[in-house]
């Protein structure tokens, strides 16, 4: 009698335990799809206000077109050939300008299309995401570690990056993606390697030039963001974000240059394996940091 009483309650234990490992996947597997929703919702809802901007500038320019139409015609009464060819070359600026506003508007649309319908799909499993590339000109290409090779983007406009993939721009290239479960927003130089870390709070800046702000840190999140910050790291610093605006450098002898817009970020020596060298840079200063990782002084910025 003894043994069936412990033999049933092992078998018990063996199905709570099982069911409790059950429990615990799904409900990691609910949070890590809410990360990834509120990552693109986020995203989605940044551009949509981005082209409701456009749309306002549209309409601004379609008022300085009208106004230069009406100066030429006013000056062809007036026989007023400076007057007229002014009124020529504002109205080739703005339609210029309305045309330039109307791709970008259109290309905004397309991304937020194309994210909505990625959000439709979050039911499947493997939806890995990093960064999201949202837009790019120039010479730009990147390295897909999934496919093991690099992949230009022309062929890909809205690219979603995982771990281990790098953004490489050429002369004039430029790239903007976001990051940091939708927290971060990042415009790539030209020049510029920039790597997707494993950890997804971290961006790996190997060479070029980046400018990245983030949004300021909810209370409810600040505590854990303590102990695992968002951060970027070059081959000689490592920079920790708390809600800031700043512009990283990366010059071919390694050394780092951070400028520091908006709110303030920490700069860890990355040869300090006690993290005891950190600098806190605050708004309107920099700090350069050497090819062989010694932080110098803190300035402020010669504007």
Do not use: W
């Not at 030429?72 to 109205?91: C, F, R, V």
């Not at 960064?131 to 496919?147: H, P, R, W």
């Not at 999140?221 to 102990?227: A, F, H, M, Q, V």
Request: net charge neutral; proline share 1%.
């Amino acid at each position: 009698m003894r043994n069936k009483t412990l033999k049933s309650l092992f078998y018990l234990s063996a199905i709570l335990m099982l069911f409790s490992i059950v429990v615990c996947h799904t409900v990691f597997a609910q949070g890590e799809q809410n990360i990834k929703k509120n990552f693109m919702t986020s995203i989605a809802d940044d551009i949509e206000k981005t082209k409701n901007d456009l749309s306002k500038q549209i309409e601004i320019i379609e008022g300085n077109i009208q106004g230069a139409k009406n100066l030429i015609s006013q000056a062809q009464k007036e026989s007023n050939k400076e007057a007229e060819d002014i009124g020529s070359q504002a109205l080739s600026i703005a339609v210029a300008a309305k045309e330039k506003a109307f791709q970008e508007k259109s290309e905004l649309e397309k991304t937020i299309k194309n994210i909505r319908k990625r959000l439709s799909k979050l039911a499947d499993s493997d939806f890995p995401i990093n960064s999201v590339v949202t837009g790019y000109s120039g010479e730009v290409s990147y390295y897909s570690k999934k496919l093991g090779k690099e992949v230009s983007l022309s062929k890909n406009p809205i690219t979603y990056l995982e771990s281990g993939d790098r953004i490489i721009t050429g002369k004039n290239g430029n790239v903007q993606i976001y990051c940091f479960e939708g927290s971060g927003k990042v415009e790539i130089g030209e020049n510029t390697i920039l790597g997707m870390k494993n950890d997804d709070g971290v961006l790996d800046l190997i060479s070029g030039q980046i400018n990245l702000k983030v949004k300021k840190i909810k209370k409810k999140i600040k505590e854990y963001l303590d102990n695992h910050p968002y951060m970027v790291r070059t081959p000689t610093a490592a920079i920790a974000i708390r809600g800031t605006e700043f512009a990283v450098f990366v010059d071919k002898s390694k050394a780092t240059d951070i400028f520091v817009f908006e709110g303030s970020v920490e700069v860890i020596d990355v040869n300090d394996k006690d993290e005891k060298n950190i600098v806190i840079v605050n708004e309107g200063y920099q700090v350069h940091v050497t090819g062989q990782g010694q932080i110098k002084d803190v300035n402020s910025i010669d504007i």
